[in-house]
């Protein structure tokens, strides 16, 4: 199964970037549509969108200054084999778009890119270092699999993202 093509343009606020697509995503053909993922919810209560948005509305997020792509696109996630991740594919789209924001929606992610790209294991918020022009945020993923998932100090996940929608505005 395919992954999903990235939803990007030009003077975007923000761009979330996944790992990579879930197996359920891209059978329905939108970015975080399994039933347990959060991310529409945590868009819209973190004020990051004007209102709320749901799987179907992912292609017109540029409108609301937003974009979505993953590290490894193309593909679907699968737990039982290693992503290959496009680092050097994601900065280059950076360079290209040019968002003021890259918010990752994993901690793995924004992980394997700090590796690639030479600095230390990132936590949770606004990293020192940028891709490109956009300044790089790293949130708690959405996924309900990360319902009880500490949060670096936090009590929730929506503090994480209200605090990048408090940044992007």
């Known amino acids: 199964m395919a992954g999903l093509a990235p939803i990007l343009a030009s003077d975007l606020r923000v761009v979330f970037c996944g790992t990579a697509v879930a197996e ?3 059978a329905r053909g939108h970015y975080y549509a399994g039933a347990g993922n959060e991310f529409w919810s945590l868009l819209a209560d973190s004020s990051l969108s004007p209102v ?3 799987p179907d509305d ?3 997020l540029p409108a609301h200054g937003l974009g979505l792509t993953d590290l490894a696109p193309g593909v679907t996630q ?3 084999r290693g992503l290959k991740y ?3 594919g994601l900065v280059r789209s950076m360079e ?3 968002p003021r924001f890259l918010a990752f929606t994993s901690k793995e992610g924004a ?3 700090a590796k690639w790209l030479g600095h230390s294991t990132p936590g949770l918020g606004l990293q020192p270092w940028q891709i490109g022009p956009a300044r790089v945020f790293v949130l708690p993923s959405p996924s309900g699999a990360n319902r009880r998932a500490s ?3 936090r009590s929730t996940r929506l503090e994480w993202w209200a605090e990048l929608g408090a940044l992007a505005r």
Do not use: C, E, F, I
């Open 111 to 113: 992980t394997a890119t």
């Open 58 to 60: 992912d292609v017109n």
């Open 96 to 98: 290209k778009w040019q």
């Open 151 to 153: 949060y670096d100090g």
């Open 78 to 80: 699968s737990h039982d």
């Open 24 to 26: 359920r995503s891209a």
């Open 52 to 54: 709320r948005l749901g």
């Open 86 to 88: 496009d680092v050097p």
